[in-house]
């Protein structure tokens, strides 16, 4: 795979069929782990400074990235459409992590973590650190 910024970020698709990078030109991208073939490009995040994670979701439909303007977007793997933009913080979103059984989402920004429910996007609730 070619990408004209550096790699911040991978991570297996949970079939183990794909991955998704992450890089500083603001551009996710899947591509098939046997062939390196591009399967989809992902934009609207802003990524150009920071090592932001990305993720997909537990049933492999939706991508997600952190971002540098406070946000985690979302998109339909499939389709490309974006999604979703969850308003995180007004700082960098850096991390973001899915649970292992649950359907929730961490993410976090400034000291901070959120939970997100996966089905609904709902907040669930804030911790200071």
């Known amino acids: ?29 899947l591509l098939d782990k046997d062939t390196g073939e591009l399967l989809g490009e ?4 802003r990524s150009t400074t920071y090592r ?20 985690v977007y979302f998109w339909d793997l499939v389709e490309g459409s974006l999604a979703r933009s ?3 913080g007004r700082g960098v979103v850096q991390s973001l992590s899915f649970h292992p059984t649950l359907p ?4 976090a920004t400034e000291g901070q973590v959120q939970l997100w429910r996966e089905d609904s996007f709902q907040e669930q609730g804030d911790t200071e650190m």
């Open 1 to 29: 795979m070619c990408s004209p910024g550096p790699i911040t970020s991978v991570c297996f698709s949970k079939d183990g069929q794909c991955t998704l990078a992450a890089s500083l030109d603001s551009t996710l991208r």
């Open 42 to 45: 992902y934009k609207g995040h």
């Open 52 to 71: 932001l994670d990305c993720v997909l979701s537990e049933q492999d439909t939706h991508v997600g990235c952190a971002s540098e303007d406070g946000h």
């Open 86 to 88: 969850l308003p995180v």
């Open 104 to 107: 929730c989402l961490l993410a």
